[in-house]
Protein backbone atom coordinates (compact mmCIF):
# COMPACT_ATOMS: atom_id res chain seq x y z
CA UNK A 1 0.00 0.00 0.00
CA UNK A 2 2.78 2.60 0.72
CA UNK A 3 4.42 1.98 -2.73
CA UNK A 4 1.01 2.73 -4.48
CA UNK A 5 0.21 5.77 -2.45
CA UNK A 6 4.24 6.70 -2.65
CA UNK A 7 4.30 5.76 -6.31
CA UNK A 8 0.98 8.34 -6.86
CA UNK A 9 2.54 11.08 -4.93
CA UNK A 10 5.16 10.86 -6.95
CA UNK A 11 3.67 11.01 -10.43
CA UNK A 12 1.70 14.07 -9.46
CA UNK A 13 4.49 16.07 -7.75
CA UNK A 14 6.16 16.97 -10.77
CA UNK A 15 4.09 16.52 -13.81
CA UNK A 16 5.57 16.86 -17.16
CA UNK A 17 9.12 15.61 -16.02
CA UNK A 18 10.60 12.18 -16.33
CA UNK A 19 10.85 9.95 -13.23
CA UNK A 20 12.46 6.78 -12.24
CA UNK A 21 11.45 5.19 -8.79
CA UNK A 22 14.10 3.45 -6.91
CA UNK A 23 12.49 1.32 -4.40
CA UNK A 24 11.32 -2.36 -3.91
CA UNK A 25 9.01 -3.09 -6.56
CA UNK A 26 5.48 -4.97 -5.32
CA UNK A 27 4.43 -6.19 -9.32
CA UNK A 28 8.34 -8.21 -9.43
CA UNK A 29 8.12 -11.46 -8.85
CA UNK A 30 8.20 -12.74 -5.05
CA UNK A 31 11.81 -14.30 -5.88
CA UNK A 32 13.19 -10.69 -7.25
CA UNK A 33 10.78 -9.01 -4.09
CA UNK A 34 12.47 -11.60 -1.47
CA UNK A 35 16.09 -10.87 -2.75
CA UNK A 36 15.63 -6.65 -2.86
CA UNK A 37 14.22 -7.41 0.99
CA UNK A 38 17.20 -9.58 1.65
CA UNK A 39 19.73 -6.77 0.09
CA UNK A 40 17.91 -3.90 1.96
CA UNK A 41 18.66 -5.70 5.41
CA UNK A 42 21.89 -7.36 4.64
CA UNK A 43 23.79 -4.90 2.60
CA UNK A 44 25.81 -2.31 4.30
CA UNK A 45 24.06 1.07 4.01
CA UNK A 46 27.51 2.35 2.27
CA UNK A 47 27.45 -0.04 -0.55
CA UNK A 48 23.66 0.62 -0.87
CA UNK A 49 23.85 4.05 -1.54
CA UNK A 50 27.11 3.46 -4.06
CA UNK A 51 24.16 0.73 -6.13
CA UNK A 52 21.81 3.21 -6.13
CA UNK A 53 24.56 5.90 -7.17
CA UNK A 54 25.20 3.64 -10.12
CA UNK A 55 21.79 2.97 -11.10
CA UNK A 56 20.71 6.39 -11.49
CA UNK A 57 23.88 7.61 -13.04
CA UNK A 58 22.99 4.38 -15.81
CA UNK A 59 19.61 6.16 -16.51
CA UNK A 60 20.39 8.36 -19.51
CA UNK A 61 18.00 10.92 -18.99
CA UNK A 62 19.77 11.30 -15.15
CA UNK A 63 23.24 11.80 -16.82
CA UNK A 64 21.97 14.62 -18.59
CA UNK A 65 19.29 16.05 -16.13
CA UNK A 66 20.34 19.44 -14.87
CA UNK A 67 18.48 18.81 -12.02
CA UNK A 68 17.67 15.81 -9.98
CA UNK A 69 14.30 15.74 -7.08
CA UNK A 70 14.45 13.28 -4.96
CA UNK A 71 11.37 11.31 -2.57
CA UNK A 72 12.16 8.36 -0.28
CA UNK A 73 10.83 7.14 3.13
CA UNK A 74 12.27 4.85 5.93
CA UNK A 75 15.48 3.49 5.11
CA UNK A 76 15.43 4.76 1.60
CA UNK A 77 15.52 8.33 3.11
CA UNK A 78 19.31 7.41 4.37
CA UNK A 79 20.22 5.93 0.73
CA UNK A 80 19.15 8.96 -0.85
CA UNK A 81 20.51 11.69 1.38
CA UNK A 82 23.38 9.44 0.59
CA UNK A 83 23.45 9.97 -2.83
CA UNK A 84 23.62 13.79 -1.53
CA UNK A 85 26.20 13.83 0.22
CA UNK A 86 28.33 11.25 -1.68
CA UNK A 87 26.97 10.81 -5.42
CA UNK A 88 28.10 14.28 -6.67
CA UNK A 89 27.95 13.64 -10.01
CA UNK A 90 24.10 13.24 -9.52
CA UNK A 91 22.82 17.53 -9.18
CA UNK A 92 20.26 17.24 -6.42
CA UNK A 93 18.12 20.04 -5.96
CA UNK A 94 15.32 18.82 -3.50
CA UNK A 95 14.89 15.98 -0.83
CA UNK A 96 11.88 15.09 0.34
CA UNK A 97 11.73 12.57 3.38
CA UNK A 98 9.02 10.33 4.76
CA UNK A 99 10.20 8.79 7.99
CA UNK A 100 13.38 8.33 7.40
CA UNK A 101 15.90 7.39 10.43
CA UNK A 102 18.53 9.99 10.07
CA UNK A 103 19.13 10.97 13.09
CA UNK A 104 19.30 7.20 14.06
CA UNK A 105 16.99 4.49 16.11
CA UNK A 106 17.04 3.23 19.45
CA UNK A 107 14.36 0.41 18.91
CA UNK A 108 13.52 -1.45 15.52
CA UNK A 109 9.82 -2.25 15.70
CA UNK A 110 10.43 -5.13 12.89
CA UNK A 111 7.22 -7.61 13.41
CA UNK A 112 9.16 -10.98 14.28
CA UNK A 113 6.42 -13.35 12.41
CA UNK A 114 9.78 -15.59 11.25
CA UNK A 115 12.23 -17.51 12.67
CA UNK A 116 14.51 -15.15 10.87
CA UNK A 117 12.72 -12.07 11.68
CA UNK A 118 13.06 -12.47 15.49
CA UNK A 119 16.89 -13.55 14.78
CA UNK A 120 17.58 -10.02 13.50
CA UNK A 121 15.30 -8.20 15.68
CA UNK A 122 17.42 -10.11 18.76
CA UNK A 123 20.73 -8.95 17.00
CA UNK A 124 19.74 -5.46 16.13
CA UNK A 125 18.09 -4.94 19.63
CA UNK A 126 20.55 -6.25 21.81
CA UNK A 127 24.22 -6.38 19.83
CA UNK A 128 23.43 -3.26 17.22
CA UNK A 129 27.30 -2.21 17.97
CA UNK A 130 28.93 -6.00 17.78
CA UNK A 131 31.13 -5.78 14.81
CA UNK A 132 29.45 -8.93 13.50
CA UNK A 133 25.83 -7.22 13.05
CA UNK A 134 27.48 -4.09 11.92
CA UNK A 135 28.91 -5.64 9.21
CA UNK A 136 25.89 -8.39 8.78
CA UNK A 137 22.45 -6.00 9.08
CA UNK A 138 22.50 -2.75 7.62
CA UNK A 139 19.83 -0.97 10.50
CA UNK A 140 22.27 -1.82 13.24
CA UNK A 141 24.06 0.69 10.92
CA UNK A 142 21.86 3.57 12.00
CA UNK A 143 21.34 2.43 15.26
CA UNK A 144 21.85 5.18 18.14
CA UNK A 145 21.69 4.20 22.02
CA UNK A 146 21.89 7.48 23.50
CA UNK A 147 22.27 6.37 27.11
CA UNK A 148 25.60 5.22 25.55
CA UNK A 149 26.82 7.61 23.00
CA UNK A 150 30.28 6.90 23.80
CA UNK A 151 30.14 3.11 22.49
CA UNK A 152 28.10 5.09 19.13
CA UNK A 153 30.54 6.89 18.12
CA UNK A 154 33.30 4.20 18.85
CA UNK A 155 31.39 0.81 17.53
CA UNK A 156 28.77 2.51 14.80
CA UNK A 157 30.43 2.03 11.29
CA UNK A 158 28.13 4.14 9.49
CA UNK A 159 25.77 6.86 11.08
CA UNK A 160 28.57 9.05 12.89
CA UNK A 161 30.84 9.47 9.85
CA UNK A 162 26.83 9.99 8.06
CA UNK A 163 25.75 13.01 9.95
CA UNK A 164 28.95 13.90 9.88
CA UNK A 165 30.00 13.71 14.06
CA UNK A 166 33.25 13.03 14.28
CA UNK A 167 36.14 14.77 14.97
CA UNK A 168 37.03 14.75 11.31
CA UNK A 169 34.15 16.31 9.32
CA UNK A 170 33.75 15.98 6.30
CA UNK A 171 33.15 19.06 4.40
CA UNK A 172 31.56 17.59 1.38
CA UNK A 173 28.39 16.49 2.90
CA UNK A 174 27.93 19.68 4.39
CA UNK A 175 29.10 21.46 0.92
CA UNK A 176 25.96 19.05 -0.56
CA UNK A 177 23.32 18.73 1.32
CA UNK A 178 23.62 23.39 2.10
CA UNK A 179 23.01 23.17 -2.11
CA UNK A 180 19.79 21.95 -1.56
CA UNK A 181 16.80 24.19 -2.70
CA UNK A 182 14.87 22.12 -0.03
CA UNK A 183 15.00 19.46 2.58
CA UNK A 184 11.68 18.46 3.65
CA UNK A 185 11.45 16.00 6.85
CA UNK A 186 8.42 14.46 7.22
Not at 18 to 31: M, P
Not at 76 to 93: A, D, E, F, L
Not at 155 to 181: A, G, H, M, R, V
Amino acid sequence: MMATNFRSQAGTAQRGNFQNLILIDYDSSLRELEQRLFNCVFTEMNEQIQEACIEIKAVPVFSKAPIVNMMASSQGSMITRGIVQKCTQVMSKNLIHFGGPNAGVSEYPLRATSLLCQIIKSAINQEYYWWFAQDLISPTEYWRDYSNLTDFMKYSIFLPDFNNLKEQKNPDYKKQITSLDHLVLF
